[in-house]
């Protein structure tokens, strides 16, 4: 397991820091930053895709994620217990106008099929199924 926590459990070392204040910079908004993109390629390569996006947060990530996915109005099927269901503020319905349809989870934590199927497939013939 790769432990992502750094930025909140960790602080950085001198060797770090020196890192950081030498690192060239630039506007990653235009895609001037060659740290961020030398990242992005890597992280692109690493999963064998064309291109990668570096998000700062994983609240962020998630979001961007939902979004890539779903339309507004739309709906999206998650678990009970999930971090973006639990702990994000309802951004995704604040900020994508999708709205979360929970379920109970299984014990390791993947979605049951037969609970997402009854989810996807609404009793009500006016309503849309989940989109993702």
């Known amino acids: 397991m790769i432990d992502l926590r750094s930025d909140t459990v960790t ?10 204040m030498a690192a060239p910079v630039g506007d990653d908004v235009y895609g001037d930053d060659p740290t961020v993109n030398e990242l992005q390629r ?6 064998g895709k064309e291109a990668a996006l570096f998000l700062p ?3 962020q ?3 961007v ?5 779903c339309q507004r109005g739309e709906e999206y099927i998650v678990g009970q217990g999930a971090h ?6 309802g951004g995704a319905a604040v900020l994508g106008s999708i709205q979360p349809q929970p379920i109970d989870a299984a014990a390791d934590g993947s979605l ?3 609970k997402v199927q009854r989810k996807s497939n609404p009793t009500i013939s006016i309503l849309p199924p989940p989109a993702c």
């Open 112 to 114: 049951p099929l037969d």
């Open 57 to 59: 947060t994983g609240t």
């Open 11 to 20: 602080r950085p070392g001198r060797a770090m820091l020196e890192a950081m």
């Open 65 to 69: 994620g939902l979004l890539s996915h």
């Open 84 to 89: 973006n269901y639990l702990y994000e503020a």
């Open 42 to 47: 890597y992280a692109a390569d690493l999963a």
């Open 61 to 63: 990530a998630n979001l």
